[in-house]
């Protein structure tokens, strides 16, 4: 039950805290009120010169806050960026959750409820979750955003959000970047989020603010569960987007929220309650029917997470290794023996594909581990191929999946393979990149991006092994929408779908980014774990492209990447607008312009678990 109280008039001194920003100067004080840095003010800069929506009757968005005893400078500062938006386009409404700081009561009363603000009071104190239900039911707009009593409105961030709505029409849920700040609003980093992605999502809350959901739907879907407090929102989100297309969520690639960090959020003051209820909403949500799931600590970042999926022994599919090799004997010793003796895993066949092995080295490797009744070895002499390899490899097997893995290849690991198997249950997957590193322990391969020097590229191209990246992401599975072939597993029903490797095209390099490019077309997620890593020996046995007898074939390889993908403009949604398409390791691309909102592309959320 809630309650509007009036204006408290007695027993409650009136302590007022600096007034909140107003007047036709409110913007610009803001903006330097908030001290963010160059980089975000020209940001902010470029969204004050767009047109704003027209405001409607009623607004468009009702902004959620729950409210107990907040430091009254903070309530200061997030109406204060409220009410420097365009009128008219959102409603506040301040749910007061039982407050007993005279100082926080205080400046509610002096606060009467507008057109804009509005104060909902609770009669007792029901969480994070109950406040911000209330404060759901109490709103009059189509769509509501969440916000923190701590945190801010980034200038022009209504607007921004609103342009986006109008821009997307079907959209069932919008999500945003966000600035990070310290406690006296110092700028500590920016958030530059992928477009939406439910398997990164699935070791954290990316998406977190600002969120936008329908207010029709969260009747339909409900509203936020008590039972996760302090990862409410974290649950909310995985049970508001099941079922949804990627056509229906929004990325607004503009930080249009400040988040202020501070040791008394409830984040960091409660964040062993927050991680384990998060875990909770995770095994909830991936368990499949009548069975269940368990989400446990990441191993880089051990506050966030990675999904178990249930399966039994006798349940792993057969799965069908293609090693493409031509004498190498050091090196497919080395695999082989990685594959057939370190790998934990109960049911492999292993092909290796041989464009005419004349080492007797080899020979006799093969002739000892041919007695393994898991191994077929294919010798025809050819030119090297790789694409061409591949595809004999799979005509031969006889597995439900391909794993393709080049011959430079080190196991490390025995679980590696359990686990990429394990990333096809992430609905709509149908490929599947490992980590790989050198053997000096920098990485080769954390995933690829499309359009990365105008073609495609490796990121976090030789950094160190334990490099996480932005928001973590080289610590959690995430999609991608290229990883490399050298450790490349694909399902049965994408290659059955999407076909051969570009033999005639492809024979040498790209081969892999032109075959995820084309998988991705017809729906498959692309899925990179960094939880199966395994060591490269890149390019040892085949050599270089850069060497003159190479160049022609590499170029014209480059070539037809451009024209078949279009990477020399291609925006991989995988990667944010933000930064620069001509390094490895991200930096903020200076743009003259503002990026759009844009979808997922690729495979839908899926409102069922995969068989």
């Not at 898991?374 to 050819?382: L, M, Q």
């Not at 059955?496 to 077309?521: I, K, L, P, S």
Request: aromatic share 8%.
């Amino acid at each position: 039950m809630h309650i509007i109280h009036p204006l408290r008039q007695s027993g409650v001194p009136r302590v007022f805290s600096r007034p909140p920003l107003f007047g036709p100067n409110a913007l610009s004080a803001w903006i330097a009120a908030v001290k963010y840095g160059p980089w975000a003010e020209k940001i902010w800069a470029m969204a004050a010169s767009l047109d704003a929506p027209k405001a409607e009757t009623t607004p468009r968005i009702s902004l959620i806050v729950p409210v107990f005893d907040t430091e009254p400078s903070y309530l200061d500062a997030l109406l204060g960026s409220f009410l420097s938006q365009v009128p008219g386009l959102a409603e506040m409404i301040l749910v007061d959750d039982g407050s007993t700081r005279v100082e926080t009561m205080a400046w509610l009363d002096a606060h009467p409820d507008t057109a804009q603000v509005r104060t909902l009071r609770l009669d007792r104190n029901q969480g994070i979750a109950g406040a911000t239900n209330a404060g759901i039911e109490a709103a009059i707009a189509p769509w509501v955003g969440l916000v923190d009593h701590d945190d801010l409105i980034a200038p022009h961030g209504i607007k921004m959000v609103v342009r986006a709505l109008d821009l997307m029409p079907g959209a069932q849920f919008l999500y945003t970047d966000e600035a990070i700040a310290g406690p006296n609003l110092e700028a500590r980093s920016l958030f530059l989020k992928p477009g939406f992605d439910p398997v990164l999502l699935s070791g954290e809350n990316y998406v977190n603010h600002l969120s936008l959901y329908r207010r029709d739907r969260l009747r339909t879907v409900g509203v936020l569960d008590p039972a996760f407090e302090g990862s409410q929102d974290y649950e909310l989100v995985l049970r508001y987007c099941r079922g949804l297309g990627s056509d229906e969520i929004v990325h607004l690639p503009y930080p249009a929220y400040i988040w202020r960090q501070h040791a008394q959020s409830y984040s960091h003051a409660r964040l062993d309650d927050a991680t384990t209820h998060a875990r909770s909403a995770l095994a909830q949500h991936y368990a499949p029917p009548g069975r269940s799931a368990v989400a446990e600590a990441a191993p880089l970042k051990p506050e966030l997470h990675r999904v178990a999926f249930p399966r039994m022994e006798a349940e792993w599919p057969k799965i069908s290794v293609v090693i493409p090799n031509r004498d190498s004997p050091d090196l497919v010793r080395v695999v082989l023996d990685g594959v057939l003796a370190k790998t934990d895993y109960p049911e492999i066949e292993l092909i290796v594909v041989d464009n005419g092995t004349t080492d007797p080295r080899t020979t006799a490797i093969y002739e000892h581990v041919s007695e393994d009744p898991r191994v077929r070895i294919e010798i025809r002499p050819a030119p090297f191929n790789f694409s061409a390899m591949v595809n004999r490899g799979v005509a031969l097997a006889t597995g439900a999946h391909y794993l393709l893995l080049n011959n430079d290849i080190e196991v490390e690991d025995p679980g590696w393979l359990k686990e990429m198997v394990s990333c096809l249950d992430y609905p709509g997957t149908g490929i599947v990149g490992a980590k790989l590193i050198y053997p000096d322990r920098r990485i080769q391969h954390a995933g690829v991006i499309l359009g990365l020097g105008n073609l495609a590229g490796h990121w976090f191209y030789k950094q160190p092994e334990h490099t996480t990246g932005p928001m973590s992401r080289l610590a959690l599975r995430n999609s991608l929408t290229v990883v490399t072939g050298a450790a490349m597993l694909i399902s049965g029903p994408c290659w059955q779908a999407t076909g051969r490797f570009n033999e005639d095209r492809f024979r040498v390099a790209y081969n892999d980014v032109d075959y995820c490019a084309r998988a991705r077309g017809l729906g498959f997620g692309v899925v990179w774990t960094p939880h199966a890593q395994l060591v490269h020996h890149e390019s040892a046995s085949r050599g270089r492209d850069d060497v003159r007898r190479n160049r022609e074939r590499f170029a014209g390889e480059q070539a037809a990447l451009r024209e078949l993908h279009g990477t020399d403009t291609f925006e991989d949604p995988a990667y944010s607008p933000w930064w620069s398409r001509f390094r490895s390791r991200p930096r903020r691309r200076h743009r003259t312009d503002l990026p759009e909102p844009r979808h997922f592309m690729g495979f839908p959320v899926a409102s069922d678990q995969a068989d």
